[in-house]
C-alpha cells in the first residue's frame, strides 16, 4: 500500500524574500511561531543543520515532533534528532514512519532543494522588507494556487502586519 504523504514546506519572509540573518529570524512575529508550532506539531519536521543550529537550546529538539536534520558531516551531534545524509532519505523515513505531512522548515538550502518535491506551501509574508542573506526560493506561481490567505494587522505585539498564505502545487 502506497502511503499518501503530504510534503509541505512552512516559512515565513519579508517582502524581499528574506527568511534570516545571521542565522537568525530578523523579526518578532510571537502569533507567527504560534502558527508555526500548531501547524508542524505531531508531524515531522526536517531542516538543515544550520537551521537546527539557530534554534534555541531550549528548544531543540522542537518538542511534540520528530526532528530530522539534514547535514553531510560526518559524527554531527544533534541530541534529540534523527540525522540524514539527504533531504530525500529523511522524507522516505517521515513517509515510512505512517507520516501524513510532513515539514520542511529551512532553511534557505533545504527550502531551494525541497521546491522539488512540495506539494504545499505554508508561507508567512510579511509586509516589510528585512536586511539578510538567507531567503526564500522563488517559485512559479502558474504552477501554484492560493488556497487561503488570512490577513493580520500590525498591533502592539507585531511591528509589521502579514498574512499567512497555503499555497497547494496545481
Same mark, same amino acid.
Given at each position: 500500500?502506497?502511503?499518501?504523504?503530504?510534503?509541505?514546506?512552512?516559512?515565513?519572509?519579508?517582502?524581499?524574500?528574506?527568511?534570516?540573518?545571521?542565522?537568525?529570524?530578523?523579526?518578532?512575529?510571537?502569533?507567527?511561531?504560534?502558527?508555526?508550532?500548531?501547524?508542524?506539531?505531531?508531524?515531522?519536521?526536517?531542516?538543515?543543520?544550520?537551521?537546527?543550529?539557530?534554534?534555541p537550546h531550549k528548544? !531543540?529538539?522542537?518538542? *511534540?515532533?520528530?526532528?530530522?536534520?539534514?547535514?553531510?558531516?560526518? &559524527?554531527?551531534?544533534?541530541? /534529540?534528532? $534523527?540525522?540524514?545524509?539527504?533531504?530525500?532519505?529523511?522524507?522516505?523515513?517521515?513517509?515510512?514512519?505512517?507520516?501524513?505531512?510532513?515539514?520542511?522548515?529551512?532553511?534557505?538550502?533545504?527550502? !531551494?532543494?525541497?521546491? *522539488?518535491?512540495?506539494?504545499?506551501?505554508?508561507?508567512?509574508?510579511? &509586509?516589510?522588507?528585512?536586511? /539578510?542573506? $538567507?531567503?526564500?526560493?522563488?517559485?512559479?506561481?502558474?504552477?501554484?494556487?492560493?488556497?487561503?490567505?488570512?490577513?493580520?494587522?500590525?498591533?502592539?505585539?507585531?511591528?509589521?502586519?502579514?498574512?499567512f498564505v497555503v499555497?497547494?502545487?496545481?
Open positions: 500500500m502506497k502511503s499518501e504523504m503530504i510534503i509541505s514546506m512552512i516559512a515565513a519572509m519579508g517582502s524581499n524574500r528574506v527568511i534570516g540573518k545571521d542565522n537568525d529570524i530578523p523579526w518578532h512575529l510571537p502569533d507567527d511561531f504560534k502558527y508555526f508550532k500548531e501547524s508542524t506539531k505531531n508531524h515531522h519536521v526536517i531542516m538543515g543543520r544550520k537551521n537546527w543550529e539557530s534554534l528548544f !531543540r529538539p522542537l518538542p *511534540s515532533r520528530p526532528n530530522f536534520v539534514i547535514t553531510r558531516q560526518d &559524527n554531527y551531534q544533534a541530541d /534529540g534528532a $534523527t540525522l540524514f545524509r539527504s533531504l530525500k532519505d529523511a522524507l522516505s523515513k517521515a513517509e515510512e514512519m505512517g507520516e501524513k505531512e510532513a515539514f520542511i522548515i529551512g532553511g534557505g538550502e533545504i527550502y !531551494r532543494e525541497g521546491l *522539488s518535491f512540495a506539494e504545499k506551501i505554508y508561507l508567512t509574508e510579511i &509586509n516589510g522588507t528585512f536586511q /539578510g542573506q $538567507t531567503t526564500f526560493p522563488e517559485f512559479d506561481k502558474e504552477q501554484w494556487i492560493e488556497v487561503s490567505r488570512e490577513h493580520h494587522r500590525k498591533d502592539e505585539r507585531h511591528q509589521y502586519s502579514f498574512d499555497y497547494k502545487k496545481r
